[in-house]
């Protein structure tokens, strides 16, 4: 019974979004809405509005700072999610002693002297992509999957060593908290989430603050994954 429900549930909603769709003007078509009065109000205000150069970053961080905040939260969720299942399959026994495999000294030299290279590179991403293709998220992927490699070189104990438990919870959280500081910082200024001030020079600090705090809190939680994971591998 519960099967047929279901199914007819599925058809209905599904009836639905095609009765929308075909609604919806051919894609790339000029005629849309989106083409003649969206796009073109972010085309003509849209950097002088956001206070960001880049568009792309102006629409993610000013206009659609909603949709990017619900993103960072579903991120830090996901990483919630793992790290709550492998607490609690600690609670279930001790762990295994260690059986880290032996890295190949040539991946071990070349992780090791492209590092600092790595690093510089996901940083300029990070700091630079409100004016060119980049940006937190794609920097901080970046970042965290540098801090895997040196985490598979150097060995998981010692990366987390070097990044303290009370340290890494904060840092995987400072992207969700820097959004909501400035949407309610928004709020009290202007009277609406994730407004930006009328100073263009504060505007631009502001979204390279932003762009900043998602690229760390992507890199953690990356690393938070794979910390996880590796934990549960020798469990």
Same mark, same amino acid.
């Given at each position: 019974?519960?099967?047929?429900?279901?199914?007819?549930?599925? @058809?209905?909603?599904?009836?639905? &979004?095609?009765?929308?769709?075909?609604?919806?003007?051919?894609?790339?078509? /000029?005629?849309?809405?989106? !083409?003649?009065?969206?796009?073109?109000?972010? @085309?003509?205000?849209?950097? #002088?509005?956001?206070?960001?150069?880049?568009?792309?970053?102006?629409?993610? %961080?000013?206009?659609?700072?909603?949709? =990017?905040?619900?993103?960072?939260?579903?991120?830090?969720?996901?990483?919630?999610?793992?790290?709550?299942?492998? $607490?609690?399959?600690?609670?279930?026994?001790?762990?295994?002693?260690?059986? #880290?495999?032996?890295?190949?000294?040539?991946?071990?030299?070349?992780?090791?002297?492209?590092? /600092?290279?790595?690093?510089?590179?996901?940083?300029?991403?990070?700091?630079?992509?409100?004016?060119?293709?980049?940006?937190?998220?794609?920097?901080?992927?970046?970042?965290?999957?540098?801090?895997?490699?040196?985490?598979?070189?150097?060995?998981?104990?010692?990366?987390?060593? &070097? %990044?303290?438990?009370?340290?890494?919870?904060? =840092?995987?959280?400072?992207?969700?908290?820097?959004?909501?500081?400035?949407?309610?910082?928004?709020?009290?200024?202007?009277?609406?989430?994730?407004? $930006?001030?009328?100073?263009?020079? $504060?505007? #631009?600090?502001? @979204?390279?603050?932003?762009? $900043?705090? @998602?690229?760390?809190?992507?890199?953690?939680?990356?690393?938070?994954?794979?910390?996880?994971? #590796?934990?549960?591998? !020798?469990?």
């Amino acid at each position: 019974m519960r099967n047929a429900l279901a199914l007819v549930v599925v @058809i209905v909603l599904a009836g639905l &979004m095609m009765a929308g769709v075909s609604q919806l003007p051919p894609p790339g078509s /000029p005629d849309g809405a989106v !083409h003649r009065h969206v796009a073109a109000h972010y @085309i003509d205000g849209g950097k #002088e509005a956001a206070g960001a150069p880049n568009l792309v970053t102006a629409v993610l %961080l000013n206009y659609r700072a909603l949709d =990017t905040y619900g993103e960072v939260v579903v991120i830090f969720a996901a990483l919630l999610a793992v790290l709550a299942v492998g $607490l609690a399959g600690h609670s279930r026994g001790p762990q295994r002693g260690a059986d #880290e495999l032996p890295v190949s000294p040539v991946v071990d030299l070349v992780i090791r002297l492209l590092a /600092p290279f790595i690093a510089l590179f996901a940083l300029f991403m990070i700091l630079e992509g409100h004016v060119l293709p980049g940006g937190g998220f794609q920097g901080g992927v970046v970042l965290g999957a540098l801090m895997i490699l040196l985490g598979l070189v150097l060995g998981p104990r010692r990366l987390r060593r &070097m %990044l303290p438990t009370p340290a890494l919870f904060w =840092t995987r959280s400072v992207a969700l908290l820097a959004f909501a500081l400035v949407a309610v910082a928004g709020l009290a200024l202007a009277g609406w989430l994730f407004a $930006l001030p009328e100073q263009y020079w $504060l505007r #631009e600090l502001i @979204i390279v603050g932003l762009e $900043l705090a @998602i690229g760390i809190g992507a890199a953690f939680a990356l690393v938070g994954f794979y910390l996880s994971l #590796e934990a549960d591998r !020798h469990r």
